[in-house]
């Protein structure tokens, strides 16, 4: 009998333990938790597409001529002008590369304007006048019984937003959802694959 009930002494403690390690161990990092395609680096500093790889390919269409031309054209025009001009104009080309390959750095690994997905859908609201269905055959409801569309006044203009079933929410307006990245991003343009990266709101210098 003692045996029995220091063995389930023994099982709760041991359960207790590891509901107190759980506890103690430390909160996850929101890139950690991430449920979109994007990759990070850095510790979440950096946030690339799931089709980064491309940006290898550009990065060598933008330098490999730069060296062509510094290597070739360069060396010719300093020989038939005889002065330093195929010198300075060898340094201007590569000054102008690093500009442009730190531009396409920032534009690849910034926040491009994700909105961030809801971890629950939500609440329902009335469908009333600011929920339009018409242009839903059946009058389709997304998750919850929530309506697929709902119009919404920004600076006094009614605004037709449509909700996202993978986000669980409203899309802003010009908000579209990336299939690629698995997003919604603000002010959507198109999702790149020069710089393996959505355009949108925040990725735009």
């Not at 909160?27 to 799931?50: H, M, T």
Request: glycine share 10%; proline share 7%; aromatic share 8%.
């Amino acid at each position: 009998m003692e045996g029995r009930m220091q063995g389930k002494v023994q099982q709760l403690s041991d359960s207790n333990r590891r509901i107190m390690e759980a506890d103690e161990a430390p909160p996850r990092r929101v890139y950690q938790a991430w449920k979109g395609s994007n990759i990070f680096f850095l510790g979440g500093r950096l946030i690339f597409g799931p089709d980064v790889r491309s940006l290898i390919a550009t990065v060598c269409l933008i330098v490999i001529p730069v060296i062509i031309f510094a290597a070739v054209v360069s060396p010719q025009l300093a020989h038939g002008y005889q002065n330093q001009i195929g010198g300075w104009v060898a340094s201007v080309s590569i000054i102008f590369t690093a500009y442009i390959l730190i531009l396409l750095l920032l534009t690849s690994g910034r926040d491009p304007g994700i909105v961030p997905r809801n971890s629950h859908p939500p609440e329902p609201e009335d469908i009333g006048e600011s929920s339009n269905l018409s242009d839903w055959p059946g009058g389709q409801h997304g998750s919850a019984g929530l309506p697929l569309t709902k119009d919404v006044l920004v600076n006094g203009v009614l605004v037709k937003v449509k909700y996202c079933h993978t986000c669980m929410l409203y899309r802003p307006p010009r908000c579209s959802h990336c299939s690629i990245c698995n997003n919604c991003v603000e002010r959507f343009d198109h999702h790149c694959p020069w710089v393996g990266q959505c355009i949108g709101k925040g990725g735009t210098l």
